[in-house]
T-cell receptor, first 114, second 115 residues
Framework: DAMVIQNPRYQVTQFGKPVTLSCSQTLNHNVMYWYQQKSSQAPKLLFHYYDKDFNNEADTPDNFQSRRPNTSFCFLDIRSPGLGDAAMYLC?????????????FGPGTRLTVT | DAKTTQPNSMESNEEEPVHLPCNHSTISGTDYIHWYRQLPSQGPEYVIHGLTSNVNNRMASLAIAEDRKSSTLILHRATLRDAAVYYCILRDVRGENFGNEKLTFGTGTRLTIIP
């Protein structure tokens, strides 16, 4: 039944060591999103893919990159994690970008930076 | 961007109805009103959305004021599983140039259910 799957659920990385978080979906949705949620804060959009078209939010740091090799998978790469990047990273999908379509979220990956 | 205002927290007794308010006095005619909730240690979950008319689904009802400057999410019979942070979000119905592809979360209302 799982629709948006994120692996791993918990990830520990060292300061400055690149890390990749993965997301897969079984919904065949066109749009995939990555949100960052820091402790006690609301989720904040980092970027999204509309099919193969990558759309970065203006205030997303360059340290964050993303790849979408096919419809089902999307990856979040953090090139040089800092302590401030410790957060829950949420992947979401949507059939289309229009506001009438709901977004489906995965359970998140909690990233710890040591 | 039109903003929403919600109480930081609310409490309700189990098996009673819950009314979660949201103010959006600067809402534009092209904004949908969306509600999502986030249970502890989980990703957000879609609850309901509407434009002008009241809406019902299996999870909740959405009552929208006639002037659209406020709305209320109604959980008809709260259970312990409904304890979550509830977010009221406006999304423009126009194209992605107006940001309708994103969910801009506010601080939300933390709902506590008392057994």
């Amino acid at each position: 039944d799982a629709m948006v799957i994120q692996n791993p659920r918990y990830q520990v990385t060292q300061f400055g060591k690149p890390v990749t978080l993965s997301c897969s979906q079984t919904l065949n949705h066109n749009v995939m999103y990555w949100y960052q949620q820091k402790s006690s804060q609301a989720p904040k959009l980092l970027f999204h893919y509309y099919d193969k078209d990558f759309n970065n939010e203006a205030d997303t740091p360059d340290n964050f990159q993303s790849r979408r090799p096919n419809t089902s998978f999307c990856f979040l790469d953090i090139r040089s994690p800092g302590l401030g990047d410790a957060a829950m990273y949420l992947c979401a999908t949507s059939r289309d970008r229009a506001s009438s379509y709901e977004q489906y979220f995965g359970p998140g990956t909690r990233l710890t930076v040591t | 961007d039109a903003k929403t205002t919600q109480p930081n927290s609310m409490e309700s007794n189990e098996e009673e109805p819950v009314h979660l308010p949201c103010n959006h006095s600067t809402i534009s005619g092209t904004d949908y009103i969306h509600w999502y909730r986030q249970l502890p240690s989980q990703g957000p979950e879609y609850v309901i959305h509407g434009l002008t008319s009241n809406v019902n689904n299996r999870m909740a009802s959405l009552a929208i004021a006639e002037d659209r400057k406020s709305s209320t999410l109604i959980l008809h019979r709260a259970t312990l599983r409904d304890a979550a942070v509830y977010y009221c979000i406006l999304r423009d119905v126009r194209g992605e140039n107006f940001g309708n592809e994103k969910l801009t979360f506010g601080t939300g209302t933390r709902l506590t259910i008392i057994p």
